[in-house]
């Protein structure tokens, strides 16, 4: 069974820092590309970043780049996602998930989250 634990949330003031991870089993996700995603309260999920299965390429959403940095670790099958200056408008629950290179539409097997909030 595929299963994706995303974990490293927490509380943090505005302008500080988080690492999240996103550890995955049940299989390798080396050959995909992987991606966070995000959703806030009374809003639709919504693409942070993504980053090839190569580790070549890397896609960030307008309003992260900048401030945050996709890596991935194939040998571990696990999926990073730094956070620095954080604002109190990424305060959400975060994601990962396997995703398509064309489109970053993710393909199947979400995890449960991670709680990201940003005190102002």
């Known amino acids: 069974q595929v299963q994706l634990v995303e974990s490293g949330g927490g509380l943090v003031q505005a302008g500080g820092s988080l690492r999240l991870s996103c550890a995955a089993s049940?299989?390798?996700?080396?050959?995909?590309?992987m991606a966070w995603f995000r959703q806030a309260p009374g809003k639709e999920r919504e693409f942070v970043a993504a980053?090839?299965?190569?580790?070549?390429?890397?896609f960030y959403a307008r309003s992260v780049k900048g401030r945050f940095t996709i890596s991935r670790d194939n040998a571990k099958n696990t999926v990073y996602l730094q956070m620095n200056s954080l604002k109190p408008e990424d305060t959400a629950v975060y994601y990962c998930?396997?995703?398509?290179?064309?489109?970053?539409?993710?393909?199947?097997?979400w995890g449960q989250g991670t709680q990201v909030t940003v005190s102002s």
């Open positions: 998930a396997p995703v398509r290179d064309s489109d970053h539409a993710p393909t199947g097997s």
């Open positions: 049940g299989r390798t996700f080396s050959s995909d590309a």
């Open positions: 980053i090839s299965w190569s580790v070549v390429d890397t």
